[in-house]
């Protein structure tokens, strides 16, 4: 009946690679601003929808041969 | 049909714009449109209606951007290709502007990537710096109406260290309590099954180990918390609840170790979640605010030095300014340093530094104190001092600013907590020596358990949630405070003092009022036409008053600066100004502010300029007044003295002309006495009595921009409710003291468990996570219902109380 000490060691090392992620995400500052990700994530839908990419690429060209 | 402006929804009055089906307060916002809609930006006004900013006129306001040193300070980052820099924007807002301001790349394709941060309102931009430069990046701001705010601050601070510690501890913490109740749930049941029986030992020994890292990491700050007490001779809530945890620890090792039973790491680790948990509910902060502020934020970071030997304008750093420089202030520009005038027409406006509400008129070889507003033109000044030697910079080096007053203060909590740790000693030891007498193998047994299920874990938890959440409700009432031990404060004080200018009145709005011979109505077209040709601010707030005329030509027109304008149309001719000017001699010496009027060499009577009182000021006082000592310090001369004692209850203490380091000494007598005083105030001049009082509140109309060093900040609007703020401190105080008596019940029922000998693991993991969990939703339920009666439903409270 080793099996439990197999899965035992998979779900700890499985937990174990969790907390480190988490640890890692807030060294890199994901956790300092919590507000403003959850407001960007909807706006990549409306530039598509409302702005497509190749319309925008060419009035930025010309507006930068106008100036 | 009333219009608003389709960019930044203020009202179009007569000037309105109308462009592209759309109406436009100014062209200014119509400009910002242009922009917008001719790179595809428009989605701009979907994602939020009028999220706009009227573009100010920047014209050489940033040039000290061209100023290597200076830029070297703001930015981040640089390595000669790339810069990155973190601007501060005040007007973000709302979703919009998050769109807008992440999508710059688009206006300037120089831009690399751009990242708001919108609690802290800042914004990061990372930049080539071969095709792009900070002061191009700043006016394109300014020109989508985003301008940045850029002070002396943000020049003289360093790399800020983040602390995280909390969250990691927080993770840590909540880590090992999962995965803790998993491998101790089998046990639960007691059940004698061979598989159990076979691995139980591992499932402890693993636990064990996951509680390792909780006791040494994730606690630490309780047990240093509880040692400074305990050196310093204060029994403070940490010391239970180390004593708690430590008991817990050692206790269950030696459980497992000599196989006995199963410990109880699962309430280990879970009172050290619960406890984290409510530090970190309790740590809500303002990040867009800030509360530690003294006059360098207020100050700008560069001023114009004229250059007589190159003969040229340069721009310098303020604190390379030296003694003798002369200086070019522009309209609108503060003034770094105490000068002297050499040139121009300076009207100065100390509100902000004084507190005297009018603006002073200058002459040049005057002498001009630094902090004041330049609001008539540019001038030309001659510095005497150095930043930090000014008179107004001085006002920091008190003692006071370098004081933390958090380490006197004795909270709630840690006052019970001193009775609370006695008396759990006393049980613990009482049980002992009587179960030593019973059944000695007992004896230990029930002293661990004691001092387990007393550890104070609700009670530890009852003041953060409560705290926490008056905080959040008091946000919402834009009453911002530094940190939630304020609340307790509030609830302590007795003696409230206001300032007078900026604070109960407004700066926006003046009462005019006129006092002597009715005008007739030539007179009154002459009086409107002299001043429609005037700049100055009482002519401007006169003009604004008085109705509508028909617009004449004068004959003749004299503006004599600092004095009085004389006008003649016609046969009719106008004398108005000061009272010495118009000639009348008995009012030379009154303090009222006021513009006299003389028509054809009679005197006629006089337009007095009162300060405009906040809304709701004399019910606020009232109200105030059944409870409070209610004082007021006003940097201003006794001009509105008696309309203050109408207004006001009677007894109030009045105090006029007070300088910055009166206030503070007053206060300072004040407390000494052993009163508890709550300031409210505005401008610099405030900032001593602020850091000096118990609880220094600042009264902002846009907490955006600058206000001193404080405990709390409201917003202007919110005056009114300050009678409603003390009193759901007071409430949140017994909403607190309510909860101890709910946890100490806990307590009694654990302590039969633990006196008796019963205590097995499963009991305390199911009472400790309940006690806590009742006590958290009671709290909160409580304060939030408190908040609702006092905050939505005025009315209701006026007739109850």
């Not at chain 2, 049909?1 to 119509?30: A, I, L």
């Not at chain 2, 900070?134 to 601070?157: F, H, T």
């Not at chain 2, 002459?363 to 008539?376: H, I, P, R, T, Y």
């Not at chain 2, 299920?453 to 003041?463: E, F, G, K, M, Y």
């Amino acid at each position: 009946m080793s099996a439990i000490y197999i899965l035992l060691g998979i779900s700890i090392t499985v937990a174990i690679v969790f907390f480190i992620v988490f640890i890692l995400s807030v060294r890199k500052g994901q956790y300092d601003d919590v507000y403003t990700p959850s407001v960007r994530m909807l706006f990549d839908d409306e530039l598509v929808e409302k702005s497509p990419k190749e319309k925008s690429k060419s009035r930025v060209l010309t507006k930068q041969k106008q100036s | 049909m009333q219009q608003t402006c389709f960019h930044c929804g203020n009202n179009c009055e007569k000037n309105s714009v109308f462009y592209d089906k759309k109406n436009f307060c100014c062209n200014g916002c119509k400009t910002v449109y242009e922009i917008f809609s001719s790179n595809n930006l428009s989605c701009y006004y979907d994602l939020q209606s009028a999220p706009g900013a009227i573009p100010k006129e920047i014209e050489g306001k940033y040039d000290y951007l061209d100023n290597p040193a200076i830029i070297e300070k703001l930015v981040e980052f640089d390595d000669g290709k790339l810069q990155i820099v973190n601007l501060y924007i005040p007007h973000i807002h709302c979703s919009s502007c998050i769109w807008i301001l992440e999508n710059l790349h688009k206006l300037q394709p120089a831009i690399k990537n751009s990242q708001v941060d919108f609690p802290k309102k800042t914004i990061r931009i990372n930049y080539n710096l071969e095709q792009y430069n900070l002061k191009e990046i700043v006016k394109l701001l300014n020109s989508i109406g985003y301008e940045p705010y850029i002070s002396l601050n943000d020049y003289s601070k360093g790399k800020q260290q983040i602390d995280r510690s909390l969250i990691y501890k927080l993770g840590v913490a909540g880590f090992a309590f999962g995965n803790v109740m998993f491998l101790s749930f089998p046990e639960y049941f007691e059940v004698s099954e061979f598989w159990l029986e076979q691995y139980k030992h591992l499932f402890r020994w693993l636990m064990f180990g996951f509680s390792i890292p909780v006791v040494f990491y994730a606690a630490q700050e309780y047990f240093i918390s509880a040692y400074k007490g305990l050196r310093s001779k204060i029994l403070n809530i940490d010391v239970p609840i180390s004593l708690g945890i430590l008991v817990l620890f050692v206790r269950s090792f030696i459980e497992i170790f000599m196989d006995w039973g199963s410990g109880f790491f699962d309430s280990l680790t879970g009172l050290v979640f619960f406890l984290l948990l409510g530090k970190f509910f309790q740590q809500k902060t303002y990040s867009f605010l800030s509360f530690e502020r003294d006059y360098k934020s207020y100050f700008p970071i560069a001023v114009t030095r004229l250059n007589f030997q190159k003969s040229k304008e340069e721009n310098i750093q303020v604190y390379d300014i030296q003694q003798g420089d002369r200086l070019l202030i522009r309209n609108s520009e503060l003034l770094p340093v105490d000068c002297i005038l050499i040139n121009g027409k300076a009207e100065i406006d100390y509100s902000f530094v004084t507190g005297e509400s009018e603006m002073v008129h200058k002459n040049s070889g005057d002498k001009l104190f630094a902090g004041g507003k330049q609001l008539s033109g540019a001038i030309e000044v001659e510095a005497l001092k150095s930043v930090e030697q000014s008179y107004l910079t001085q006002l920091w080096s008190n003692d006071i600013f370098n004081k933390n007053k958090e380490e006197t203060f004795v909270n709630l909590t840690n006052h019970i907590s001193k009775y609370f740790t006695y008396v759990v000693l006393a049980i613990a030891f009482t049980a002992t020596a009587f179960w030593l007498f019973i059944d000695s193998s007992l004896a230990i047994n029930v002293f661990t358990a004691v001092l387990i299920i007393a550890c104070p874990c609700a009670l530890a938890l009852s003041t953060p949630f409560a705290l926490g959440n008056m905080l959040r409700i008091f946000g919402r009432q834009k009453l911002y405070l530094k940190n939630a031990t304020i609340i307790e404060k509030l609830a302590q004080v007795d003696t409230i003092i206001f300032d007078k200018t900026g604070t109960i009145t407004t700066n926006n709005q003046r009462e005019i009022e006129y006092e002597g011979i009715r005008l007739n109505e030539a007179e009154e077209a002459l009086l409107k036409n002299t001043l429609r040709s005037s700049n100055h601010p009482l002519s401007r707030a006169l003009y604004n008053f008085l109705a509508e005329q028909n617009i004449q030509t004068l004959d003749d027109f004299e503006e004599v600066t600092g004095n009085g304008i004389y006008a003649t149309k016609a046969e009719n001719s106008i004398r108005l100004g000061s009272a010495k000017f118009v000639g009348n001699t008995a009012e030379i010496n009154t303090q009222d502010t006021a513009v006299h009027i003389q028509t054809n060499q009679t005197y006629k009577g006089k337009y007095v300029f009162h300060n405009q009182y906040r809304n709701d000021v004399e019910r606020l006082f009232k109200e105030l007044k059944k409870q409070y000592h209610i004082i007021i310090l006003s940097g201003d001369n006794e001009g509105e003295k008696k309309r203050l004692q109408k207004l006001l209850p009677k007894n109030t203490q009045l105090l006029f002309n007070q300088k910055p380091e009166d206030k503070l000494n007053y206060i300072k007598a004040l407390q000494q006495k052993g009163n508890k005083i709550a300031m409210i105030g505005d401008g610099l001049n405030d900032a001593g009595a602020l850091a000096q009082s118990d609880v220094g509140i600042s009264i902002a109309e846009n907490v955006n921009v600058f206000s001193p060093a404080c405990d709390a900040i409201l917003e202007a609007s919110n005056f009114s409710k300050i009678g409603s703020f003390f009193k759901a401190s007071h409430q949140t105080i017994n909403i607190i003291k309510s909860s101890f008596v709910l946890s100490f019940l806990y307590n009694v029922v654990g302590l039969y468990f633990a006196v008796t000998g019963q205590l097995s693991p499963i009991i305390a993991a199911i009472l400790m996570p309940l006690s806590s969990i009742s006590v958290l939703v009671y709290v909160t339920l409580l304060t939030n219902y408190r908040a609702r009666k006092l905050f939505f439903k005025p009315k209701l409270k006026a007739y109850k109380g």
